[in-house]
């Protein structure tokens, strides 16, 4: 008991340290959405805003379509927060696929423990999968693999289980969930679609061999209804979306055309890809686009089959290289820095711990194949249960196979780590235990393995850029402990090295503002240009030039940076809000190009009404300066509220938590408010319903100008009292009433 209590409380502490991990990651402001992720957003937001599957209509294939599904249903639990592109919803509904990471942590150690009968074995295989960066930035990425693979791992204990001694009722209950979490998994990525009659034959196999003695029709009668319901079960669960597919194109789509994309892209087409885009996005029905994409792949392999063979070893090397990724970090911005703390830990828990799990793997495996051991007593002491292993082989084989025949990608060994995972532990607790011997014939088998798996990911590793980055994130880190310790210029020395090791908008940045610590404005100015010069797409330069050229009175050269050249002006804005707004003005000019900061929740400027203003996405957010908290002041907003086949919109203004309802219409219209500031600056809040524009966008209000303006004379405290007083100004006026 005192054993299972201690395994029970470490496996604990495993899972509180991978949610814990994965919600510091998670918790860094939103990651730019990259690769698959920017598809998948599109097709959730369509999915909620009752588009349907539309977007594939326009696409170059159609997608499998449980994560849409799954996002949808997450982003839909964390509501609508009222911001331009739901960022903020965005970001919370990561939460539910971070729950998913932390099960698959527990999964790793179930799994572990039924492949292996191995405890300690199991908490390290749950430690790792914990540990592994690839495992803990998925989690709060928009991507397939984290749901593929509490899903495949479920499937899996499931066979591995309805291969046990079970009662009747109980293994046809497996053999069931097995089949239909797998199906679930191939409609989530169909590359486990044609593992499923392996699987089934697996399982088939397995029970046969539980029945050695007994008539031979009896014998074969159960494995083979074993298979056929674990395939009926899948069939069950991915037969709906076909069904939907042929209702809805006209043609069988099992589950996606990725398939028929690859057959064209990657057999050395004629074609580039952008051109085979503009091809394949003019076909409008799916099935038509796949069967068009899969004769021009077949023709292009009749001319040259050796295409084949030339692929193969470009492929392995694609799937088992280290690539930097644009989503490896989870950064805010792709142009940002990586920290030096945080590129370390990947170079160890990302890079080495995957190369120390495939090696450890490779040892392990060959422990669970059945050999001639000259030493007796070495095989009864280490031989590893066989027929497991042989499931998770077949699984190893086949999604290699697969990807060296069509396509290959770093991320895709994520498919491989549950099966991996478990020997690699194994091999590790031998090791510790020094329990491990390897005879000769063992020897000769993994030697040449692990050679190959060496070199290919040696030579194909990025050292440059792994060297650069450790160089600079040194120097940084130096620099940014200077400014901590107000030793400015041994930072600004510490920010020149880094500059010299690879010179980065964020090197840059870093530069400017040991400068502005030192109050040396025009140096600061030198270096946040250059920072804006090397990247013009970089929203967080432009926004910090902006900021910097405003503060100093150049209201010009400010408009321009904040602008950019390239940059996303929604970016600008919605990190502005959150990043500067420091000593906001009495007076904003919504739209005017001096407002990023200070105007939160709207998108970016345009002509609106005959004026330059901004439209909300709901819920808008304006920051305004110069009170006084001894004295009341008077707050002034221009709005408008151009609403399709809407006279009037209920519209709630709040101020330092009291809340008064207006009535807006398609008209500009300035509304007076009297307020009590608690501080030199009040925060505005301006919330209303929305409808969708003709670009997709979620509006709300159109919003011009805001002012605060002080009460200080004795007539003024007056009408003071007057707090819910909330009228156009030329209302009032006409009432004889103080606007």
């Known amino acids: 008991m005192m054993h299972i209590s201690k395994e029970r409380f470490l496996l604990a502490l495993i899972l509180a340290f991978a949610l814990g991990l994965r919600l510091l990651l998670w918790s860094q402001p939103l990651h730019e959405p990259a690769n698959d992720e920017v598809e998948y957003i599109t097709v959730a937001r369509d999915l909620l805003e ?10 170059h294939w159609l997608r499998a379509p449980l994560y849409p599904l799954f996002l949808a249903a997450s982003w839909r639990l964390a509501g609508d927060d009222g911001w331009p592109r739901a960022t903020r919803a965005l970001h919370l509904a990561a939460l539910p696929n971070i729950l998913l990471s932390v099960v698959s942590v527990y999964l790793a150690y179930a799994l572990t423990n039924r492949l292996l009968q191995h405890q300690q074995a199991a908490l390290l295989a749950a430690l790792i999968t914990a540990l592994l960066w ?49 199906g679930l998994a191939a409609l989530t990525r169909s590359l486990a679609l044609l593992f499923l009659p392996i699987a089934a034959g697996w399982l088939a196999i397995q029970m046969y061999r539980r029945h050695p003695l007994g008539h031979l029709r009896r014998r074969l009668a159960t494995p083979l209804l074993a298979a056929v319901v674990c395939l009926v079960s899948a069939g069950a669960v991915i037969a709906p979306w076909t069904i939907r597919n042929y209702q809805a194109y006209g043609g069988l789509i099992l589950i996606e055309t990725g398939l028929s994309y690859n057959l064209w892209v990657f057999n050395e087409p004629r074609e580039d890809r952008e051109t085979i885009h503009r091809i394949l996005e003019e076909i409008a029905n799916p099935v038509e686009r796949a069967n068009y994409a899969t004769e021009r792949g077949l023709e292009r392999l009749r001319e040259d089959p050796m295409i084949i063979a030339r692929k193969l070893w470009l492929n392995w090397i694609l799937l088992v290289r280290v690539k930097p990724i644009q989503d490896r970090f989870l950064m805010e911005s792709y142009y940002s820095d990586v920290d030096l703390p945080l590129f370390v830990a990947a170079l160890i828990f990302d890079d080495l711990l995957y190369i120390l799990i495939a090696m450890g793997a490779i040892v392990g495996l060959t422990y669970a194949v059945r050999m001639r051991n000259p030493n007796p007593a070495h095989v009864t002491r280490q031989q590893l249960p066989t027929a497991p292993a042989l499931l998770c082989l077949l699984w190893i084989s086949y999604a290699i196979a697969t990807m060296l025949l069509t396509h290959g990608e770093a991320r895709y060994r994520h498919f491989l780590f549950p099966v991996l995972i478990p020997y690699a532990a194994w091999t590790v ?99 946040c240009r250059a920072a804006w010069d090397s990247s013009r797409a970089y929203y967080i330069a432009s926004a910090r030039l902006g900021d910097l050229e405003r503060s100093i009175g150049n209201l010009e050269a ?155 004379s004795r007539t003024d405290r007056l009408y003071s009292d007057h707090s819910q007083l909330a009228c156009p100004v030329a209302a009032c006026r006409a009432k004889g009433r103080k606007p």
């Open 50 to 59: 009752g588009r349907g599957w539309s977007f594939y209509e326009r696409y």
């Open 429 to 527: 607790t031998a090791l510790a235990r020094r329990t491990l011997h390897i005879d000769r014939q063992r020897l000769r088998l993994i030697t040449p393995l692990i050679g190959i798996f060496l070199w290919s990911v040696t030579t194909a590793y990025p050292w440059r850029w792994a060297g650069e980055n450790l160089a600079r994130g040194s120097h940084a880190l130096v620099g940014d402990v200077w400014i901590a310790l107000n030793k400015l210029d041994l930072a600004v020395s510490a920010y020149l090295s880094a500059l010299e090791a690879k010179a980065t908008p964020d090197g840059w940045l870093r530069l400017c503002a040991a400068h502005l610590a030192r109050n040396d404005i025009e140096r600061a100015r030198v270096a």
């Open 134 to 182: 690839t495992h803990a930035t998925f989690a709060s990425l928009y991507m397939s693999e984290t749901l593929f693979t509490v899903l495949f791992q479920i499937g899996l204990l499931s066979l591995l289980w309805a291969g046990d001694r079970h009662t009747t009722a109980q293994r046809w209950l497996l053999i069931g969930v097995a089949g239909a979490t797998l």
């Open 558 to 712: 400010a408009r321009r940076a904040f602008s950019g050249a390239y940059a996303d002006e929604q970016r600008v804005l919605d990190w502005s809000w959150r990043m500067l707004g420091q000593n906001p003005p009495a007076s904003l000019d919504i739209g005017g190009g001096l407002d990023f900061g200070y105007a939160g929740g709207v998108y970016p400027a345009e002509e609106l009404l005959g004026q330059q203003a901004r439209w909300s996405a709901g819920r808008a957010l304006l920051r305004l300066g110069g009170a006084s908290p001894s004295a009341p002041a008077l707050l002034t907003l221009k709005l408008a509220a151009p609403h399709p086949g809407r006279s009037d919109v209920p519209v709630r203004i709040c101020v330092e938590g009291a809340c008064r309802q207006i009535e807006l219409n398609a008209a500009w219209r300035t509304y007076a408010f009297i307020v009590e500031p608690h501080s030199a600056t009040i925060l505005v809040e301006v919330q209303s319903s929305t409808f969708i524009g003709a670009d997709g966008r979620r509006l709300g209000v159109v919003i011009d100008r805001a002012a605060l303006t002080p009460l200080l």
